[in-house]
């Protein structure tokens, strides 16, 4: 948290009354329980194919901006999805929650409802809905979920710090935005933010007059009482505490109804807390496809229980590499966030020679990319083909299929003689 910002936020009596005289329901605060409920029906109807990148197609984001309570104005005829600002924020609540996950096992990657957490929501009622997007956009709602630039090691985003950097930006009449500001919103607090603050109810947002060729933009922002008393709650109830986001940065897996103690004495209504299955270990042999660029691939399998690191070096093996560099996989994990685990020598964890394959959780067709020689800069692309029935005969990892000539390692080395 900005210190200069940190030093400002407190919880005073107003906010308090505010708090415990807001009802939470359909209505409101803010639009966010009926645009997430037009957001869920909408995929629920069918399984929508997504981009290469896993996000939104064209072709579905002016349906969705429609059936939004206030559906955005703009002049654009291809609108992207960041063009969209609440559509995106909205797509971001959506990977970040674990109610959907994306299935590579087509041509094209489709996301696809997770029947059994759907029917949790369902179960949910709005008190325990509207905390649980919360929840999910300060302490889960990475930028990179919706193909923006990532924040490193982080877990917890930093999206406190941008609600709060903006709420000391906006005087008590709130602002117009001219060209400098528009400018600035883009990067602080971003404009998913901006408008995922909208649709809580955190901020009152004035659009500008629809201009053709343009995209959606804000006129005018201002603060609400609503906006004001949450900050000062959360703030002074969590986020103030650095250990509280040490905890979670540190644990092994993201936490769920951390924000819970901090807002049930004003809402006593949330005593719901919806998780996510965990992915299980996988029993089987694992065959992958490990393509390095378009003509060059092996296809090798490998049992579940073998580590990470005996699938890289049988990957060098196979393309006649040394194994004497560092390495890293990496991986889009169930919400869209990047994963990575690391050659055993390096200092961060986890490590390769500490996790199984069957721990990893790709889905059938997804791919991971496993980068070898920080210098020299080999991806290879490993794709899983398929997990089937454990052979109890297999040990090691068994190369199946080759393709096409490997490079040679170190070309610019030259021919022995040359030396």
Not at 18 to 35: F, H
Not at 51 to 56: A, D, F, H, R, V
Not at 104 to 122: F, I
Not at 253 to 277: D, I
Request: hydrophobic share 40%.
């Amino acid at each position: 948290m900005f210190a200069f910002t940190a030093q400002k936020i407190k919880l005073t009596s107003s906010h308090q009354k505010t708090l415990r005289d807001t009802s939470i329901d359909e209505t409101g605060p803010g639009t966010i329980l009926r645009d997430f409920a037009a957001f869920l029906e909408y995929f629920q109807e069918r399984p929508r194919p997504l981009t290469g990148k896993c996000q939104l197609k064209l072709k579905d984001l002016e349906p969705l901006n429609a059936r939004l309570a206030r559906p955005l104005e703009h002049g654009l005829k291809r609108p992207q999805q960041k063009s969209l600002p609440h559509i995106n924020g909205l797509y971001l609540l959506l990977r970040a929650s674990g109610l959907t996950y994306v299935d590579y096992s087509g041509k094209t990657p489709v996301l696809m409802m997770d029947a059994e957490l759907c029917a949790g929501w369902e179960a949910l009622n709005p008190t325990e809905r509207y905390f649980m997007l919360l929840e999910t956009w300060v302490l889960r709602g990475l930028p990179q979920i919706i193909g923006e630039r990532g924040q490193g090691w982080q877990i917890v985003p930093d999206v406190m710090d941008k609600w709060a950097l903006l709420f000391f930006k906006i005087p008590e009449a709130g602002f117009e935005i001219d060209a400098d500001r528009d400018r600035s919103l883009r990067y602080y607090p971003g404009l998913h933010n901006l408008g995922l603050m909208d649709m809580f109810g955190l901020i009152a947002v004035q659009p500008a007059p629809l201009q053709p060729g343009e995209p959606w933009m804000a006129e005018q922002i201002a603060r609400t009482l609503w906006g004001d008393a949450l900050l000062g709650l959360l703030y002074t109830g969590f986020f103030y505490d650095f250990e509280n986001i040490m905890a979670i940065e540190t644990a092994s897996k993201a936490s769920y109804g951390a924000l819970q103690p901090v807002l049930q004495p004003y809402f006593p209504a949330w005593q719901t807390v919806l998780v996510p299955s965990e992915t299980a270990f996988r029993e089987g042999r694992h065959v992958f496809k490990v393509a390095l660029g378009s003509s060059v691939w092996w296809r090798i399998a490998i049992p579940a229980t073998s580590m990470l690191h005996e699938l890289a070096y049988a990957i060098l093996a196979a393309a006649e590499f040394d194994s004497d560099h560092l390495y890293q996989f990496s991986y889009q994990n169930r919400q869209g966030v990047e994963e990575y685990v690391n050659h055993p020598y390096m200092d961060e964890g986890p490590r390769a020679d500490e996790v199984r394959v069957g721990d990893v959780p790709l889905r059938v067709g997804q791919m991971m990319d496993y980068w070898f020689d920080f210098g020299d800069s080999w991806h290879f692309d490993v794709t899983l083909e398929s997990v089937e029935p454990a052979a109890t005969e297999m040990r090691k990892p068994a190369i199946l299929e080759a393709h096409g000539e490997p490079p040679v390692q170190y070309p610019s080395w030259g021919d022995e003689e040359d030396w």
